[in-house]
């Protein structure tokens, strides 16, 4: 999966995920340890049978705790870029 991370400004974080645009990616999880690493889990979430064969972005925009710090951005484990 292609992916990268924005981080906003108001303590949010948008993460854009590249893939079949029927069946998105979604954020369904995060954890956040202590060496300023955000771990966030995507999975497709719908319940189509049948996903279209392109390439389109999807973002989702979530909230982050004020007490975490975020250094590094894992999504299903792999690190991604996070813009700022």
Same mark, same amino acid.
């Given at each position: 999966?292609? /992916?990268?991370?924005?981080?906003?400004?108001?303590?949010? !974080?948008?993460?854009?995920?590249? +893939?079949? #645009?029927? *069946? @998105?990616?979604? @954020?369904? #999880?995060?954890? /956040?340890?202590?060496?300023?690493?955000?771990?966030?889990? %995507?999975?497709?979430? +719908?319940?189509?049978?049948? *996903?279209? /064969?392109?390439? +389109?972005?999807?973002?989702? %925009? !979530?909230?982050? @705790?004020?007490? !975490?710090? !975020? +250094? %590094? %951005? =894992? =999504?299903?484990?792999?690190?991604?870029?996070?813009?700022?």
């Amino acid at each position: 999966m292609q /992916a990268f991370t924005l981080l906003l400004d108001d303590g949010r !974080i948008a993460v854009v995920t590249y +893939g079949s #645009s029927s *069946c @998105p990616s979604e @954020p369904v #999880s995060y954890d /956040a340890d202590s060496t300023d690493a955000l771990s966030l889990w %995507v999975e497709y979430v +719908g319940d189509a049978e049948v *996903c279209s /064969a392109d390439f +389109g972005p999807t973002t989702s %925009v !979530i909230e982050v @705790p004020s007490d !975490i710090e !975020i +250094g %590094v %951005v =894992l =999504l299903n484990g792999e690190r991604v870029p996070a813009l700022s």
